[in-house]
């Protein structure tokens, strides 16, 4: 999918040379077998990544491919928590644990010296929708580009966000003809895009229309691909709309034209950003842009400059216009000035016994309340942990709450302060400027919960287990107050870093990226959940079965 700002915040993934092996007697391994979900029949060459995870970063660690029989080995591992990832040429790539993209996978805890020889892996093969788009009158509409679209839950918000490896800018043929090929199965939706967000070919005279003909995304209907099935024959038809302009300059703060500034363009629902489709244009010489074809509806324009001292976005100057497009409206003489954004200053504190992490590990990060004030996407923050335990984090826009990640197993967030009160699960405004005299402790006394699960066939790994608080109060975006894991080997999960508190734990068939956190979905959960509190530094067990509504 489309890179989100808020998304990969938690992971900084660094390549090393894979270890060298070492006999299986002295080092751990992990092996497993990569086969077809359809036949069963092994699948050579296939691309295996092994990441070492710790406090919620990871570390890509070596990369081994199958033989004839579908096999793979990686040894010469030292204790700790591994995932793999698995690719191969016409089929879904793969976590271990996963049956689908976007579900949580299962995570391999490796102790001294063991073998682990179960992680196998069943590859889909990739399916493909194919189909026409037709104009208002019914004939056969050519150079439109239909985007495939998923709908994933994030950032509290149910979102529409463009596939990963979909078709940017393929357009139909003479015929209206198009089709998409390599998706895994799954439910999906198809936007026929126009105007900014088409790209070099851009049709006017029609809003962006969802299958089956609907310019709203409430309205679109998901298109199901089942495994090893294509999906032919869909057809839909555009919608017109009188198209407006949309044109301005683009200067820093010194007032100067910003030259191949990078201008972005996202539709908005209720004061955010709901589709992470976009337009894009690069200003000109004298920082000029103008997007063409512009149907009637609520916009946010986003600019950048160039990363300072290179790197993401998250390095530059940005600016962020809201707007409304009236029918046939022009919107001219647009002035949008970009700045650098906000610095977070503060000290991070430790309560606890267990060894301290390391100060240079320890990230402090923002958590964004919506996508429109700040950045809709551009990437993790610059943010900086020092010996003395001074925190910085620069370049920070909109509003956000202040997270932060350890980078060890042992320690995790307990509160953030501000002038001596808690504001842990506050936003701040860094459109105000820059925030000082934040402190931010890590506790190593937090609740642990551990436990098994079974299904019929006894212990299972097969499901994911949810943890959310008793008050649905506290199910809100930003919460801190519920988490979800996959349990490792014969069932087996421990859960940290959630707070004190009363809790209701459910096992569930796995779920897919974080609809977990949708509040509806814990509402249906609740009749279903045990009841357990977890205090601090107690560790509380409990037993589980699967449940399936």
Same mark, same amino acid.
């Given at each position: 999918?489309?890179?989100?700002?808020?998304?990969?915040?938690?992971?900084?993934?660094?390549?090393?040379?894979?270890?060298?092996?070492?006999?299986?007697?002295?080092?751990?391994?992990?092996?497993?077998?990569?086969?077809?979900?359809?036949?069963?029949?092994?699948?050579?060459?296939?691309?295996?990544?092994?990441?070492?995870?710790?406090?919620?970063?990871?570390?890509?660690?070596?990369?081994?491919?199958?033989?004839?029989?579908?096999?793979?080995?990686?040894?010469?591992?030292?204790?700790?928590?591994?995932?793999?990832?698995?690719?191969?040429? @016409?089929? /879904?790539? !793969? $976590?271990? *644990? #996963?049956?689908? +993209? %976007?579900? =949580?996978?299962?995570?391999?805890?490796?102790?001294?010296?063991?073998?682990?020889?179960?992680?196998?892996?069943?590859?889909?093969?990739?399916?493909?929708?194919?189909?026409?788009?037709?104009?208002?009158?019914?004939?056969?509409?050519?150079?439109?580009?239909?985007?495939?679209?998923?709908?994933?839950?994030?950032?509290?918000?149910?979102?529409?966000?463009?596939?990963?490896?979909?078709?940017?800018?393929?357009?139909?043929?003479?015929?209206?003809?198009?089709?998409?090929?390599?998706?895994?199965?799954?439910?999906?939706?198809?936007?026929?895009?126009?105007?900014?967000?088409?790209?070099?070919?851009?049709?006017?005279?029609?809003?962006?229309?969802?299958?089956?003909?609907?310019?709203?995304?409430?309205?679109? @209907?998901? /298109?199901? !691909? $089942?495994? *090893? #099935?294509?999906? +032919? %024959?869909? =057809?839909?038809?555009?919608?017109?709309?009188?198209?407006?302009?949309?044109?301005?300059?683009?200067?820093?703060?010194?007032?100067?034209?910003?030259?191949?500034?990078?201008?972005?363009?996202?539709?908005?629902?209720?004061?955010?950003?709901?589709?992470?489709?976009?337009?894009?244009?690069?200003?000109?010489?004298?920082?000029?842009?103008?997007?063409?074809?512009?149907?009637?509806?609520?916009?946010?324009?986003?600019?950048?400059?160039?990363?300072?001292?290179?790197?993401?976005?998250?390095?530059?100057?940005?600016?962020?216009?809201?707007?409304?497009?009236?029918?046939?409206?022009?919107?001219?003489?647009?002035?949008?000035?970009?700045?650098?954004?906000?610095?977070?200053?503060?000290?991070?504190?430790?309560?606890?016994?267990?060894?301290?992490?390391?100060?240079?590990?320890?990230?402090?990060?923002?958590?964004?309340?919506?996508?429109?004030?700040?950045?809709?996407?551009?990437?993790?923050?610059?943010?900086?942990?020092?010996?003395?335990?001074?925190?910085?984090?620069?370049?920070?826009?909109?509003?956000?709450?202040?997270?932060?990640?350890?980078?060890?197993?042992?320690?995790?967030?307990?509160?953030?302060?501000?002038?001596?009160?808690?504001?842990?699960?506050?936003?701040?405004?860094?459109?105000?400027?820059?925030?000082?005299?934040?402190?931010?402790?890590?506790?190593?006394?937090?609740?642990?919960?551990?436990?098994?699960?079974?299904?019929?066939?006894?212990?299972?790994?097969?499901?994911?287990?949810?943890?959310?608080?008793?008050?649905?109060?506290?199910?809100?975006?930003?919460?801190?107050?519920?988490?979800?894991?996959?349990?490792?080997?014969?069932?087996?999960?421990?859960?940290?870093?959630?707070?004190?508190?009363?809790?209701?734990?459910?096992?569930?068939?796995?779920?897919?990226?974080?609809?977990?956190?949708?509040?509806?979905?814990?509402?249906?959960?609740?009749?279903?959940?045990?009841?357990?509190?977890?205090?601090?530094?107690?560790?509380?067990?409990?037993?589980?079965?699967?449940?399936?509504?």
């Amino acid at each position: 999918m489309t890179s989100l700002y808020a998304v990969g915040l938690a992971v900084a993934v660094a390549v090393q040379t894979p270890p060298a092996a070492r006999p299986p007697d002295a080092a751990g391994r992990i092996s497993g077998v990569v086969i077809r979900r359809d036949t069963s029949r092994p699948i050579e060459d296939a691309i295996v990544r092994l990441v070492r995870w710790e406090g919620g970063f990871g570390q890509q660690l070596a990369l081994a491919r199958t033989d004839a029989d579908g096999r793979f080995v990686v040894e010469g591992l030292k204790p700790g928590e591994y995932g793999l990832t698995v690719s191969a040429e @016409a089929f /879904v790539s !793969l $976590d271990f *644990g #996963q049956e689908r +993209p %976007g579900q =949580t996978a299962r995570r391999i805890l490796l102790k001294e010296g063991q073998h682990f020889d179960g992680a196998d892996v069943a590859l889909p093969p990739t399916t493909a929708i194919e189909g026409r788009v037709l104009d208002e009158f019914g004939d056969p509409a050519p150079g439109i580009t239909v985007q495939v679209m998923r709908v994933q839950f994030a950032s509290g918000s149910r979102r529409m966000a463009p596939v990963l490896g979909g078709p940017e800018y393929h357009p139909t043929d003479d015929l209206g003809r198009f089709r998409i090929i390599n998706l895994p199965p799954g439910d999906y939706y198809l936007l026929a895009l126009a105007g900014p967000f088409a790209g070099p070919h851009d049709p006017s005279g029609f809003a962006p229309t969802y299958f089956p003909g609907t310019r709203a995304a409430t309205d679109a @209907a998901p /298109v199901r !691909l $089942d495994l *090893g #099935q294509d999906v +032919p %024959g869909l =057809t839909f038809q555009l919608v017109p709309a009188p198209m407006s302009t949309v044109s301005g300059v683009l200067a820093d703060d010194a007032g100067k034209p910003v030259a191949a500034g990078d201008v972005r363009f996202f539709q908005t629902t209720g004061d955010d950003v709901r589709s992470f489709v976009m337009g894009r244009i690069a200003t000109g010489p004298d920082g000029f842009f103008e997007l063409r074809n512009v149907a009637p509806g609520t916009y946010v324009i986003q600019a950048f400059g160039r990363p300072v001292g290179g790197g993401n976005l998250a390095r530059a100057p940005f600016a962020s216009h809201a707007l409304t497009v009236s029918a046939g409206v022009d919107v001219m003489d647009l002035r949008l000035t970009i700045r650098t954004g906000a610095t977070l200053r503060g000290r991070i504190m430790l309560d606890g016994d267990a060894p301290p992490p390391v100060a240079n590990r320890v990230r402090v990060f923002p958590s964004p309340i919506n996508f429109v004030s700040g950045p809709a996407m551009g990437g993790p923050p610059n943010t900086e942990t020092r010996d003395d335990w001074t925190f910085e984090v620069q370049n920070l826009f909109g509003i956000s709450t202040i997270r932060a990640l350890s980078g060890s197993s042992q320690w995790f967030l307990k509160q953030v302060m501000r002038d001596g009160k808690v504001i842990t699960d506050q936003p701040l405004d860094f459109r105000d400027g820059d925030i000082d005299g934040i402190e931010v402790t890590l506790t190593s006394r937090g609740p642990v919960l551990d436990g098994t699960v079974t299904d019929l066939d006894g212990p299972t790994a097969e499901c994911s287990v949810l943890v959310f608080s008793t008050d649905p109060a506290r199910w809100a975006f930003p919460s801190r107050y519920f988490a979800q894991e996959r349990p490792a080997d014969r069932g087996r999960f421990t859960i940290r870093g959630l707070p004190p508190g009363d809790y209701l734990v459910v096992a569930v068939p796995p779920v897919v990226g974080e609809s977990w956190q949708d509040p509806e979905f814990l509402r249906q959960h609740v009749a279903l959940a045990t009841r357990v509190s977890l205090g601090e530094s107690v560790t509380t067990s409990t037993s589980l079965k699967v449940v399936r509504r």
